[in-house]
């Protein structure tokens, strides 16, 4: 039997612009995919917007009540900045309303909410100024924060500022993928610079407000890196591409500094960001109490053959190793390696003091589930039981040699639209009916995670 610790937090994890519905109703204003949506509908899968989500605007109530019934008591979601604050200044009270009660109700089945701030979904109005690579952004961020702990923080205890900062850095300014879609390295640099400051300035809010028992962190997405060899030029691309996209934002955030590593690649290579003088203190000062980690694939690399310099992309830093023979999850294309979420217990342990963390985010996304639907209309989706398995099994490893990981959340609870792939993927324990998205039906995956829960843990 491996067995979890008494206060272990067993959840799932979802965000507002993926479930809410309602997108451009009851008073919120447009995010980045709400106009994206409308300039470019072709991009999105079987071009499926943002209003076409699991409705959880309506369904909340219904949907803690199957929470409830798997046992679940912590589950995370977020706030949509432009629900709450349409103008970025004023208070919509039907937003705020709905998350009163929403989170109310969470807590009220003894489901601990915890609750981020940004996933994504940057205002369109703050966009059009030039969102994240404007300073501008950084207390619009701060004032949204504090806006966000006053009104809920009497209920709502565990905070996070960013799910996957990196997302709308790379997605945005370096691969194409997301609003703007702009390839410019500098431009990354700035935007992911500005990411941090708010997130820190955000800190800085919550602490002056000294929420009884509050605890703050930021989740970041972790894809260690393994180096195709041990040649010194194939670890020098692991170590490069670790320090872009992990150290990047685990480092201020635990011990209050950017790594120096990488303040010196960036000045090499003409990629410094602009800062302020009181930055340096404010990171310092404002480090997290928690953090969650999202984990899905390993980040296999080898050094790149050929280079710019001053480097035009990452990949003058470090390339992908396609390593012959992995395991792929097919659907996703994402290697499955669970050993590496020992890799990141460990990690937390040794590099980032043993701080509190949790798996924020690990699951197994698969196309056309209805292929496995039974007589009984249950998705016997025995795949996704095994993969959470494997993944408990090395988590749990990592625990039993001191690593401080007090939660695990699955993505996510009810199969839900998912930015460009739209419903393509579907990840929840309760799955959506696409032609009335107000109905769902649990999984078997959803029958395991209960006896889980139940048990604490599980037979191996
Ligand atoms: C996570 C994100 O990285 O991956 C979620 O936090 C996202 O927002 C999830 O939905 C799954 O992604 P996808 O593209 O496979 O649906």
Excluded at 139 to 151: D, G, S
Excluded at 342 to 362: L, T
Aim: net charge negative.
């Amino acid at each position: 039997m491996r067995e979890f610790s008494k206060a272990f937090l067993w959840g799932a994890a979802a965000s507002a612009p993926q479930t809410e519905g309602h997108s451009l109703e009851n008073g919120k204003s447009a995010s980045t995919w709400d106009e994206w949506f409308k300039l470019a509908p072709e991009k999105f899968n079987e071009q499926q917007g943002p209003s076409d989500t699991s409705n959880v605007y309506e369904e909340y109530s219904k949907d803690i009540q199957r929470m409830k019934e798997l046992g679940m008591n912590s589950y995370r979601t977020s706030i949509a900045w432009t629900r709450l604050l349409p103008d970025g200044r004023t208070v919509n009270p039907e937003g705020t309303a709905f998350y009163k009660a929403y989170f109310s109700e969470l807590k009220a089945n003894g489901v601990e909410p915890i609750i981020n701030l940004f996933h994504f979904d940057l205002p369109w109005w703050l966009m059009e100024k030039g969102g994240w690579e404007i300073r501008e952004s950084v207390e619009a961020f701060a004032f949204y924060a504090k806006t966000a702990f006053e009104l809920f923080g009497d209920t709502v205890k565990y905070w996070t500022t960013f799910n996957e900062p990196l997302v709308h850095i790379e997605c945005g300014y370096l691969y194409g993928f997301h609003y703007p879609a702009i390839v410019d390295f500098k431009k990354a640099v700035q935007v992911g610079y500005h990411t941090l400051m708010a997130h820190v300035r955000a800190v800085e809010e919550f602490r002056k407000l000294q929420i009884e028992n509050g605890q703050i962190g930021i989740i970041l997405n972790i894809s260690p890196a393994y180096p195709k060899s041990q040649s010194s030029e194939d670890l020098k691309a692991k170590e490069l591409a670790d320090l872009f996209n992990t150290n990047s934002f685990l480092d201020p955030a635990v011990h209050g500094e950017i790594p120096e590593k990488l303040i010196t690649v960036l000045k090499e290579h003409e990629l410094t960001p602009v800062t302020e003088t009181q930055d340096k203190e404010l990171i310092r000062q404002n480090t997290v109490d928690f953090i969650g980690l999202n984990y899905y694939q390993p980040r296999r690399v080898q050094a790149p053959t050929t280079v710019h310099f001053p480097a035009e992309m990452p990949s003058d830093f470090y390339i992908p190793y396609d390593m012959p023979g992995k395991r792929i999850n097919p659907y996703r294309g994402w290697e499955i390696y669970p050993e590496a979420l020992y890799d990141v217990a460990v990690m937390m342990k040794e590099q980032y003091r043993n701080i509190p963390w949790y798996v924020s985010e690990n699951g197994m996304g698969v196309a056309e589930e209805e292929r496995f639907m039974d007589e009984q209309g249950m998705i016997q989706d025995d795949y996704r039981i095994e993969f959470m398995k494997e993944h408990l099994r090395e988590l749990h490893r990592g625990i039993a040699e001191g690593s401080n990981c007090f939660g695990y959340h699955t993505w996510t609870f009810v199969d839900c639209w998912s930015w460009l792939n739209g419903y393509r993927n579907r990840y929840g324990f309760y799955r959506v009916d696409l032609d009335n998205h107000f109905e769902r039906s649990l999984k078997k995956s959803g029958l395991w995670y209960k006896e889980l829960i139940e048990k604490n843990g599980f037979l191996d």
